[in-house]
């Protein structure tokens, strides 16, 4: 989340000068509880757009509701649609309309063939920018926070021309696990990872225990560059 401006300053100068390209942070965060942290709306927003700017870095942020739209296109480059709204079709359709890219993340009880669905809701609309992203499902596995479905990447591959990324930190809930996952992401054929990182992660407003500390993510990063390499990809 956006908790305030350093945190987030600090964090993505760390996170640029070791190559990634883009900030995804929540601003508009759909919590389980509702006395849970809600994130810093507006305010989040504007200080993502500015440290954004500061490094060149693109932007990513969730948007929960069609009358969000608006305001989060005005400073974002980049819409997430979680999945708690993967089926939210009145938000499909609204995104659908903007000018901007949408990350569209599954659905933690859809199939692929749902997904797809709710890509096309978008892409019918007459956005045709759409990024899909695998962040497991719920099962009976109570050891990790979601069942990673890795089949789901070259099973859209087979079937859609739409990129697709995987968020290992959903999918498992775990550090001890992201590095592998992402790793396995990358394997699979996945365009992308998208892993969260914090420097405090016992201070975290949200997902503290699933982020990665700065150095685990240097360690990743090297990882993934050398397997991208591997499987005859390239990282951008
Ligand atoms: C998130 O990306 O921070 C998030 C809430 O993810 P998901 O919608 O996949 O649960
Ligand atoms: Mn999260």
Not at 55 to 62: A, C, D, I, L, R
């Amino acid at each position: 989340s956006v908790e305030d401006e350093s945190l987030i300053l600090r964090t993505a100068d760390w996170l640029m000068a070791r190559g990634v390209r883009f900030l995804r942070a929540g601003a508009f965060k759909p919590r389980t509880s509702p006395y849970a942290f809600q994130g810093m709306g507006e305010d989040g927003l504007k200080i993502l757009r500015e440290v954004g700017d500061k490094h060149g870095m693109p932007v990513v942020t969730e948007v929960m509701d069609p009358r969000q739209v608006a305001l989060v296109e005005q400073w974002a480059d980049m819409f997430q649609v979680g999945a708690r709204n993967m089926q939210n079709f009145d938000l499909l359709k609204e995104v659908g309309q903007a000018r901007k890219p949408v990350l569209l993340k599954r659905g933690m009880s859809a199939t692929v063939k749902d997904l797809l669905m709710s890509a096309e809701y978008i892409l019918a609309g007459g956005n045709r920018d759409v990024v899909l992203c695998e962040r497991g499902v719920r099962s009976f596995e109570e050891s990790t926070r979601n069942m990673l479905d890795m089949s789901a990447v070259p099973n859209v591959k087979g079937q859609s021309h739409l990129p697709i990324i995987v968020d290992p930190s959903h999918a498992t809930g775990r550090p001890d696990l992201i590095p592998s996952m992402a790793k396995a992401a990358v394997a699979a054929g996945a365009d992308g990872v998208h892993v969260e990182v914090h420097d405090c992660p016992e201070k975290a407003l949200s997902d503290g225990p699933q982020a990665l500390l700065p150095d685990q993510f240097a360690r990743l990063m090297q990882d993934v560059r050398k397997l991208v390499s591997a499987v005859g990809a390239q990282v951008d």
